[in-house]
């Protein structure tokens, strides 16, 4: 069992940066692959990255080199550092984690296991 807290939402202005934080309960958080996805009103849930166990990371073909993923095992916690925020971003944020060691199949939520209750994020123009 893994229990999923994310923080780090808020409102910003078009242009600034967050970092999400997602934060694990459980001894064997390193053991797991997390994702984050994230939903905005009226649409599907939306893969944005993911990070293995073993060390790899994936990202949205759209969001590379604006957002970066990390990880700190003795932390229990994984960041979704957010650069260049669009309002298009704006969305309830979700982490996730899953038992896969890799592939393109963590690229969809039916990978996951357990998720977390989600973080907004507004981005204004």
């Known amino acids: 069992q893994v229990q999923l807290v994310e923080s780090g939402g808020g409102l910003v202005q078009a242009g600034d940066s967050l970092r999400l934080s997602c934060a694990a309960s459980g001894r064997t958080f390193s053991t797991y692959t997390i994702g984050w996805f994230r939903q905005a009103p009226g649409k599907e849930r939306e893969f944005v990255a993911f990070s293995t166990w073993p060390g790899s990371t994936n990202y949205a073909d759209s969001l590379k080199g604006r957002f970066t993923i990390s990880r700190d095992n003795a932390k229990n916690t994984v960041y979704l550092q957010m650069n260049s925020l669009k309002p298009e971003d704006t969305a309830l944020y979700y982490c996730?984690?899953?038992?896969?060691?890799?592939?393109?199949?963590?690229?969809?939520?039916?990978?996951?296991?357990?998720w977390g209750q989600g973080t907004q994020v507004t981005v204004s123009s």
């Open positions: 996730a984690a899953s038992r896969g060691a890799g592939g393109s199949y963590l690229r969809g939520p039916n990978a996951y296991d357990y």
